[in-house]
């Protein structure tokens, strides 16, 4: 099997070369994103294996379809950059849907605690020998309200991290982990109950700028947003306005809604061009990493066993359990339950 590899990035390559080499699947690694205009690269293979800032829609699923390939691999969970509706039966999508759930809630408590006790300004001052405590303030998060948005393994993980800390949890699911001991409530008393709201959901056309303008009427003052999901779940010019207002008191975000031509890349020798995001950076009370959250060792080596899986177990059946269907769930006519496989 030989499958081309988009995006790749340097700590992308030894997980995957080592579980191709166990499976014997060939992996071609291109430094390019997929788009296109560069699926042409792929013909021939078998299939390609993209990341987040990929772009798998109608067009470059035609001519992934055109140049032999019979599958998309998602070395991540989210799939918003790829038209599923539009690869029915054309072409089969699978995705790791739990690499690591630690990885993703222990940075975004990292995150929150990094900013309320101001250890990202501490680091730089004592590297200037400045061992003032000015303006250095931060609060407890015991006996904080947290709200959590999207209650999968994330999501619960996180929650189980904010309990250590003795904070108080409150969250909102469109389908709610039943028996989970969670205190589910509706979005607009989560909005107006926390402190801390970290975002662990899909992004849907429901989810869609969940944060946005009509939004920030409902936050409580001085509230703390924490992002760790997906860019836009948050509409970024708000989330500026919110903050020029004192209405958001923090935001630490580790994705952001533009990022598709920002993130993974070093521009630290250039002039970045989104303006809103150069604004949120020189906030004092903004941290941004770039989509970091599931960069650790454990992360990486689970994300190429589960795509080398979903891999194999294709050639060997046609279908995979963590195949991505837009039908699947939303027809009494689901091929999947019959045969285990969706076309």
């Known amino acids: 099997m030989k499958i081309a590899f988009f995006d790749t990035k340097p700590y992308d390559r030894p997980a995957f070369e080592r579980e191709g080499a166990k499976a014997g699947i060939t992996f071609k690694f291109f430094e390019t994103k997929l788009t296109p205009d560069t699926a042409g690269l792929a013909r021939g293979y078998d299939g390609v294996c993209v990341f987040v800032n990929d772009t798998v829609d109608r067009e470059c699923i035609d001519r992934l379809v055109e140049g032999g390939c019979r599958m998309v691999a998602l070395r991540c969970a989210g799939f918003n950059n790829v038209d599923t509706r539009y690869a029915f039966g054309k072409i089969h999508v699978f995705r790791v849907p739990a690499y690591s759930p630690y990885a993703v809630a222990e940075h975004a408590m990292a995150m929150l605690l990094t900013s309320i006790r101001r250890i990202h300004k501490a680091y730089i001052r004592t590297r200037d020998f400045n061992f003032s405590l000015n303006n250095m303030t931060g609060f407890d998060l ?133 303006d809103t995001l150069a604004r949120l950076i020189s906030m004092p009370n903004v941290i941004v990493t770039s989509h970091q959250a599931f960069l650790t060792e454990e992360a990486l080596a689970n994300i190429a066993e589960t795509t080398v899986q979903n891999l194999l177990e294709f050639e060997a059946t046609g279908g995979s359990p963590n195949e991505l269907c837009y039908r699947c769930g939303k027809t009494d006519d689901c091929r999947r339950d019959r045969s285990k496989k969706c076309f």
């Open 142 to 274: 015991h006996g904080k309200t947290v709200g959590v948005i999207g209650t999968g393994k994330i999501g619960r993980v996180f929650i189980d991290i904010c309990r250590g800390f003795g904070m108080r949890v409150i969250a909102y699911d469109k389908y709610p982990a039943e028996g989970a001991g969670i205190d589910y409530v509706p979005l607009d008393t989560l909005f107006r109950e926390s402190d801390i709201i970290s975002l662990h959901c899909p992004l849907t056309e429901e989810t869609y700028h969940m944060i946005g303008a009509d939004t920030l009427d409902k936050l409580k003052t001085g509230v703390v947003i924490v992002n760790t999901s997906r860019g836009a779940l948050i509409d970024a010019e708000a989330l500026l306005t919110g903050i020029k207002q004192r209405k958001i008191g923090a935001a630490c975000l580790d994705v952001y809604e533009e990022e598709s031509d920002i993130f993974f890349e070093d521009f630290s020798g250039h002039i970045i061009e989104d």
